[in-house]
């Protein structure tokens, strides 16, 4: 009880706690979206859908130029909150408008299957409704900076309660109604969160505090690319190697084991909210490793365990193809905290150059050696993720003990 007391006074493992309660509650009610759609829509409707969810993903993740990260860093020990929200919402959503239109006039030639957004109705629709997703993301960097997750979930039960009801009420619109029952909910549960919200945010930019930011900003914004890239290119990968199937089996490996790689990234960025408050470090990466592993060592053998008749939920197929794909990434959960609070400490000092450097290796590691390799199996990849996490993060502990010694 005494160990429960003290790790209920912590404000670091709380707000940590609400965002991989969080991330659960996401895997779940994405889990049982997909599934309502596939049920109400036509497999080639679900995957047009897919699509244009997966294009808005990257159009944000591109926009955001880093703001995500900066805003925890910057906002804690800020004198001027307002102006940097407001600039960071402001140039982030002028990216992401920009985007979204050349999104829609060039998509027809690059899927000709989404050709319909050249239509003036529909490519308004998708470029106001994908414009949404951009403040539901930064909204939860604001709600993590000041240390208040429970906002980023109370933020995302309103989301997914609205996702899973939305599809019944727009079934006539296909594709463009499962695409709109997501953005819809997005857009309301931001409004709906607003009130909560320390500095409403209002179209101004402020370039002296964007250029404060800027290389923190920037290394951010290049590292999480990379970081994207295992994610987004070894699908095409397999599928190009190997077959379409193998990608599935692959997707569905991959997607359960980032519910145990985002513990530490959770805990990661109420790390950096933390040490941007109050300036300690060494007493926090103690708390994060800890608490880290104390999840991860509960719930990673129990996984193992129960990989295979998980797997055989979506089908006898995924167990055959991506158990041992599936248990190598668990495993490598481990070393891949290590690195993760490790980029997480240099985030904190500033030490932009080893974020990068650290993104860089993962991904490139993984690529090219799983693209080399590949025709042995999915196994590879697993493998490759294993080695690569295991290796940098000897050098990771390495220096995380001089951080805390």
Known sequence: MEVLRKILQEKLLINSAWLIADALFLSFFGFLFWTLSARIFPPDQV??????????????????????????????????????????????????LILCVIFVLFVGFITPELSFLHQFNYGILFVVLGYTALPYRLTGSVFIAFQKSHFVFIRDIVYNILKISLPFLLFSLGAIGIFSSAMIAAAISVLVIMFFFPNFPKPSLQFSYLQQMFRFSASNYVAYLFNLLPQLLLPLIITSILTVEETAYFYIAWMISTLFFFVPVALSYSFLAESSTTGVIHTNVKKVLLFSFLILFATVPVALFISKPLLTFFGQQYADHSLMLLRLLLISSFPFTFNTIYIAVNNALHQMQQVVVMHCLIAVSTILFSTLFLHSGLTVIGVVWLITNCILSIYSVKRLISYVS
């Open 47 to 96: 995957g047009l859908a897919a699509t244009l969810l997966t294009a808005t993903e990257l159009l944000v993740n591109f926009s955001l130029l880093g703001f995500d990260m900066s805003m925890i860093k910057f906002l804690p020990k800020s004198s001027d909150v307002k102006n940097i929200i407001n600039s960071c919402f402001t140039l982030s959503s002028i990216v992401m």
